[in-house]
């Protein structure tokens, strides 16, 4: 079974500028969902997608956005980058059916804002 | 307020020796689940370890064994016989009706094990 693959795995952009990340999790799960990693901040919880649907998010601001296909993919975007959005993005997925699931994660994208 | 603390930032061991993870939780929930993950250089988060709120039962599985103690809210982790493989970034994670059930993570401890 394949894993959760999240492209690119690097990604470098510069200030004001606005990317999307990609995540496909693992077939047959339903649930996807993002958190930010930083040396400072740790990781931290973005949001949830299941069944296409956003049902969870955390405390980042609106330049933060994702969307999930009824394929269960996800992306995620940020818009107007600042420096501090440099960060490993990681993506999780689970069967979305309970609370105490275990996540699956893939290997991260690293984005580095200039 | 929903915090996980390990207050360990790093660990380095030699190679065998058995070494417990440290992890102090804070919620105000009674249903509540904790977790531990491993991140290895690679970058994903590995899933070790999962214990809700009602099972304070600790359990050994191979080279690892937990400690959940839920009157000091502590759920500790520990490798027995230490490999170089196990060094990592060790994550323990709480999850309640708070965050909506998302994890909430503490900032990790880096352990080292070395041969």
């Known amino acids: 079974k394949a894993g959760v693959t999240q492209t690119p795995r690097y990604l470098i952009k510069t200030r004001g500028q606005q990317v999307t990340l990609s995540c496909s999790p693992i077939s047959g799960h339903r649930s996807v969902s993002w958190y930010q990693q930083t040396p400072g901040q740790g990781l931290q919880f973005l949001f949830e997608?299941?069944?296409?649907?956003?049902?969870n998010k955390g405390n980042f601001p609106g330049r933060f956005s994702g969307r999930q296909f009824s394929n269960s993919r996800s992306e995620m975007n940020v818009s107007t980058l600042e420096l501090g959005d440099s960060a490993l993005y990681l993506c999780a997925s689970s069967l979305g059916t309970g609370s105490n699931e275990k996540l699956f994660f893939g290997s991260g994208t690293q984005l580095s804002v200039l | 307020a929903q915090k996980v603390t390990q207050a360990q930032t790093e660990i380095s061991v030699v190679e065998k020796e058995d070494v417990t993870l440290d992890c102090v939780y804070e919620?105000?929930?009674?249903?509540?689940?904790l977790f531990w993950y491993k991140q290895p250089p690679s970058g994903e988060l590995v899933f070790l370890i999962r214990?809700?709120?009602?099972?304070?039962q600790n359990e050994i599985s191979g080279r690892y064994s937990w400690n959940f103690q839920k009157s000091t809210s502590s759920f500790n982790f520990t490798i027995t016989a230490s490999q170089v493989v196990d060094s990592a970034v060790y994550f323990c994670a709480l999850s309640d009706s708070n965050s909506g059930y998302a994890l909430n993570f503490g900032k990790g401890t880096s352990l080292l094990v070395t041969p």
């Open positions: 997608y299941f069944s296409e649907t956003q049902r």
């Open positions: 214990r809700n709120s009602f099972d304070e």
């Open positions: 919620t105000r929930d009674t249903t509540y689940y």
